[in-house]
């Protein structure tokens, strides 16, 4: 069944390449439409979104910009709840539409953080694009504007996300395997 091994778990396919990419260019599409004309400030969400959010901006056809950011809440599998912040956003952001893109919307603490910072430097809109968002694990009130896919509550890794720092690499997505 193709399972692997990334230090003391395995993990078995889940969600392939394909399907990501389908799920991409669906999701760019809804953006390309909903925020032509405003030059909007893509914000990506370092170390997992790297990947999802190279793809998606390469399907982005309307005038837009990209900056990184970098946030860590996670240990192992688990949200430790704390939102640490390695590394904010130097541009101005006033009066700007951002969309901010995240790998994973899981128990939602990372961007209902995000969100707070960003509220307080005055941008006209924010957005949140997000890979994969699992709602039965969300804790905050908080809306993904553009979800790609929907999944359970299980832990996965590949395209960018990660266990322990291992399996962004892999192609496709991994989910545990208990
Ligand atoms: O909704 P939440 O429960 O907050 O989880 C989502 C966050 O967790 C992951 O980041 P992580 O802290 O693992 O850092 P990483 O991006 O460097 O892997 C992911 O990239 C999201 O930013
Ligand atoms: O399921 C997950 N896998 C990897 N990183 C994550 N960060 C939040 N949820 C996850």
Redesign the pocket.
Same mark, same amino acid.
């Given at each position: 069944m193709n399972t692997i091994q990334i230090k003391d778990k395995k993990f078995v396919p889940y969600i392939d390449r394909k399907k990501i990419q389908e799920a991409i260019q669906k999701v760019a599409a809804r953006i390309n439409e909903d925020l032509a004309g405003q030059n909007p400030l893509f914000i990506c969400?370092?170390?997992? /979104?790297f990947v999802f959010a190279a793809d998606l901006f390469r399907e982005i056809t309307i005038d837009s910009e990209i900056t990184f950011m970098?946030?860590?809440?996670?240990s192992g599998t688990q949200?430790t709840g704390r939102?640490k912040e390695i590394q904010g956003l130097g541009e101005d952001i006033t009066e700007r539409t951002v969309v901010v893109v995240?790998?994973?919307?899981?128990?939602?603490?990372?961007?209902q953080h995000i969100k707070e910072q960003l509220r307080a430097r005055n941008p006209k809109d924010i957005r949140v694009a997000s890979l994969l968002f699992k709602p039965e /694990?969300l804790k905050c009130d908080i809306k993904v504007d553009y979800v790609a896919l929907e999944i359970p509550n299980a832990f996965i890794v590949g395209y960018g996300?990660?266990y322990d720092e291992q399996g962004r690499n892999l192609k496709d997505i991994y989910v545990i395997s208990e």
């Open positions: 969400v370092l170390n997992g /979104a970098r946030m860590k809440s996670y949200s939102v995240e790998d994973i919307v899981d128990t939602g603490y990372t961007i /694990a996300l990660d």
